[in-house]
């Protein structure tokens, strides 16, 4: 069964970086887009950015661009996200999520979410 | 980028259906054949129940549906229960608005 388990909870200071892993497991990783969505206390769900299958593109939001980097280790079907220069907006739960088929454009299954707090 | 616009709150009896509306502009829900809807519970991960507008993942219950018009996405809850008390999120992806999503609805069950 598909499986995207999440590193634990993070707290760093503003202007600090923070990387969250998300390890994959249950389906052919390099057939798939890994996205990473953010939600603030309160607040709604925000898309962050995107790791491309096999070849290892990337796309982000456009207002964490330049500040969010998306990577993937495919030995280890392990993806990564890290935010660097970290302000208290930042704080949220992290989630990583699964697109469906190749071109879906929709999250068909979610890790349970990395809770990132940044605080002084 | 401002998130698609949805009421902050819906409540209905059991049994009951109740509709709730996720506006956009002409720039995403209305030129998007990709509309999806997600449904969190709290303290669980958001699930997807609808996509491509109107289509159910496997699992999903029929009571869900969900249309467009316009600007304007809906999923309709029918014959509501208990546990459809969540929160629904919906979300819209074109190429010029990647993955927007709603400012979510609360779902109260009376």
């Known amino acids: 069964q598909v499986q995207l388990v999440q590193s634990g909870a993070e707290v760093k200071r503003p202007g600090a970086s923070v990387k969250v892993s998300c390890k994959a497991s249950g389906f052919t990783f390099s057939n798939y887009y890994i996205h990473w969505v953010r939600r603030a206390p309160g607040q709604g769900l925000e898309w962050v950015g995107q790791?491309?299958?096999?070849?290892?593109?990337?796309h982000y939001a456009q207002s964490l661009q330049g500040r969010v980097t998306v990577t993937r280790d495919t030995s280890t079907t392990t993806v990564y996200m890290e935010l660097s220069s970290l302000r208290s907006e930042d704080t949220a739960v992290y989630y990583c999520?699964?697109?469906?088929?190749?071109?879906?454009?929709?999250?068909?299954?979610w890790g349970p979410g990395t809770l990132v707090i940044v605080s002084s | 980028q401002s998130a698609l616009t949805q009421p902050a709150s819906v409540s209905g009896s059991p049994g009951q259906s109740i509709t709730i509306s996720c506006t956009g502009t002409s720039s995403d829900i209305a030129d998007s054949k990709y509309v999806s809807w997600y449904q969190e519970h709290p303290g669980e991960a958001p699930k997807l129940i609808i996509y491509?507008?109107?289509n159910r993942p496997s699992g999903i219950s029929y009571r869900f549906s969900g249309s467009k018009s316009g600007n304007t996405a809906s999923l309709t809850i029918s014959g509501l229960q208990a546990e459809d008390e969540a929160t629904y999120y919906c979300s819209s992806h074109t190429v010029t608005r990647p993955y927007v999503f709603g400012s979510g609805t609360e779902v109260t069950v009376l």
């Open positions: 491509d507008v109107s």
């Open positions: 999520a699964k697109e469906g088929a190749s071109g879906a454009k929709n999250f068909d299954f």
């Open positions: 790791s491309n299958p096999s070849g290892g593109g990337t």
